[in-house]
């Protein structure tokens, strides 16, 4: 019996110095898959230097190298949240930080462009089923009050990851090797596999499975109630009994437009290009004239950048709508695109330049990883209804890593055949009609249950 306000009064909501600890404790461990995630992203920005000359790519082979990762990615993440309804959220993780072993020792001993984007497209599973089921399971374990932290400690430590690549590109950038570059993501992979089997499974998870003794111990552990849980027990495990996830959104409106919103916010993180910059920025400064080593520092730049902006959107996302940050953040990315297009232009050929382009680029970069990043794995981890889980944060982790392939892929082509000037310039368009449907369509999602977000749109939408 809960509460008009979703509470289980039989387990009152608390904060204990225990509570909290066992929160970040689960928090930390799970985001290891985030700094897997980020890891296996900003390597090849390096790895390319060496990896490139040695297999005489092209710079269509080099964007498609780099983006069978993506590849992979998307079909990781339509099916993580599927296996995570099935096996658990828990199993799914272990799984896939052993596929993370296995992909990166495999890369590693890559003698080819085919067998090198082989490997990376069965890394990619990994990386797109991680970046699925991890913000699933720390949003299902946090209490509102803290599930912004602890659900953006994964964006976190998916920018801990790119700037520990870009170190370990920069140690090795004088042996040219490669190969150690890729294969360094097999011990990150190993600390999750091994940190998860310690771990136990989500309350909404075991609650589905009819768990509920386990369900309310695990949700007491966290300091939750089940009162956060009653849109799952009451309804969401007769539709999966019933009908499965599929019918239940083909059948009901509002679940529909939940996840379709999820889906395209997924898309908005992606479409300004910041991958573009984590991918190729070493690329993009060696066209300027920079030399090779040179290039591969300014990635610690970027990178750098990106931790210090995202520890500070840890601290604001709790105190601002979440709404809110992303709108600020895709302003300011916006405007950003716009002034690299044109200082991007002056600077070819011109050394001095280039370091301003370099500057705008972190500028950018910041905005993206305090405000857009993480709000966009958490509102989706947020506004995906419990009725559809595991296919909802499916099909929004299939939107955001398709629209990732499709800059990777087609980033450098465009820019030979239009020039960077007019690529930025079309990235900040697409941020302005990003800017249009975040207006339009994105609630506020900031200090309500997940039974409260999926009842506001169960309201606004009806059945």
Known sequence: MTSSTGKDPTNPDVSTPQTRRYVRTVALVAAFGGLLFGYDTGVMSGALLFVAPEFAMTSAEEGWVTSMLLVGAAVGALSGG???????????????????VAGSLWCSFATSTEMLAAARTFLGVAVGAVSVVVPMYISEKSPARV??????LNTFMIVVGQLLAYLVNSLLAGTGSWEAMLGMAAVPGAVLAVGMWFLPDTPVWLAGKGRMDEARETARRAGMSLGELSVLTRDGAEKRATAGEWQALRSVGWL?????????IGVIQQITGVNAIVYFAPTLMSQLGMSVENSIYTSIIIGAVSVLACLVGLQIIDRIGRRTLLTLGLTVNVVALVVLAFTYRAAEGNAALAFVAL????????????AVSPTTWLLISEIVPVQVRGLGMGLAGLALWTANWAVAQFFLPLVDAVSATTTFLIF???????????RAAVPETRGRSLEEVGEAFRGRFGS
């Open 147 to 152: 599930r912004g932290r602890m659900v953006s």
């Open 82 to 100: 599927r296996v995570a309804d099935w096996l658990g959220r828990r199993l799914t993780l272990i799984i896939g930080g052993l596929i993370f």
């Open 359 to 370: 500057a705008v680029m972190a500028i950018f970069i910041a905005s993206q990883q305090a």
């Open 256 to 264: 529909r437009i939940a996840v379709g919103v999820a889906a395209f």
């Open 428 to 438: 900040a368009g697409l941020g302005l009609a990003a800017l249009g449907f975040v």
